[in-house]
């Protein structure tokens, strides 16, 4: 048993030299993040330990209300036809090409609900680095939004599937999760109803002043957390009802537009890098010597981004050459999302302990190989324009 000074200390020095480590070496700080963790496990100067857990998967979650305060109902609903139209065929493609991969290598077929996963959480770290206007970036998010959440309601429903097979249990989760999101859609519609009556509420609840009790981090926060209180009750993802947390804050409280900006910082500072981490630890790097285990990872790895590049042919008329490649890569790395479904099928024997660490390889390959392609074609046209 690792002690928890030990860990205390450890966190503390990755998360404050981790960002210097990602500009020397210029790669993102989140793959640095998971490589010190793996690395500080196998030196067990990270280990099991339940407090450690919990704030990681508190990191987790908030990593889903992050992504969640990036989606506007509003700006959603007011999405041109068009688009959502060619968002539904780009995600009906990604299971197509998923489940044709499937077969093809011989993968178990639980693999076809892993490989087309799209979380926002990494897409929201682009956003760090590339002009809010960036036309690639904004469809991203917008098509990823519908992706994300095809991709939570498949988390919910696997994670019940795994849990508890085929049975009664399974359809009265399925209900709870019907139930729950037509109640969200109430709550939404009344909350819509009462700002339209009302707008002055929304400036009593969070001012745009200054103000000595930051009311807007306490809302956001009790939000957060009521949620995750509601997904417990009702026994559904956690995530998922975080991310829904988030949304209810960009939806309603749009006029405080530094408020996701002033939760980014909180999360991206402390409570984020802690899942990242924790997340490397959880991978024993003896693992690398099981043969087949790299060459599974890179397998996955190459079909995610395969069936994201052949999806992307969707988006022809939106999009050119170049910006459809940096669309589907910007996908192609659903860090958060892996883990967890990883995770829930090696928790209830699905997939073994060999999958589970080639997913945790994967998601670090696809994270390096994604973000540096990015950064490469991104700026091979801006090189481009300067010389023209």
Sequence with gaps: MVSEVSIIVTLSIIIFISPYIS???KIPTTPIEIVLGTIMGYFHFLGHNHLFELIAE???????FLAGTEVNVRTLLAMDKELKYRGMIYLVLLYLFSFIIVLSMGFDMIF???LPLISLGLIVTLYKEYDKNTKWLNLSMQIGVLGELVSIVALTV???MLEHGFGIK???TLG???IFLLAMVVVFKLFRVLFWWYPEFKTYLIPLSWDKDEKDIRLSMALFFLMIAV???LDLEIAFGAFIAGVFIATFFEHHRELPHKLSTFGFGFLVPIFFVYTGSTFQLSALQEEGLVML???ITFSMILIRLLSAVALYKILDIRQMILFALSHSMPLTLLVAIAALGYHSNKIDQFEYYAFILASLFEVIIVMVSIKVIASYKVKKSIEV
Excluded: D, K, N, S
């Design 112 to 114: 076809t609900l892993f």
């Design 176 to 178: 709870l999760l019907t």
């Design 170 to 172: 399974l359809y009265e």
């Design 58 to 64: 508190v990191g987790f979650f908030y990593l889903m």
């Design 23 to 25: 500009r020397f070496l």
């Design 231 to 233: 997904m417990l009750v």
């Design 297 to 299: 990872a890179i397998m």
């Design 158 to 160: 696997t994670g019940a």
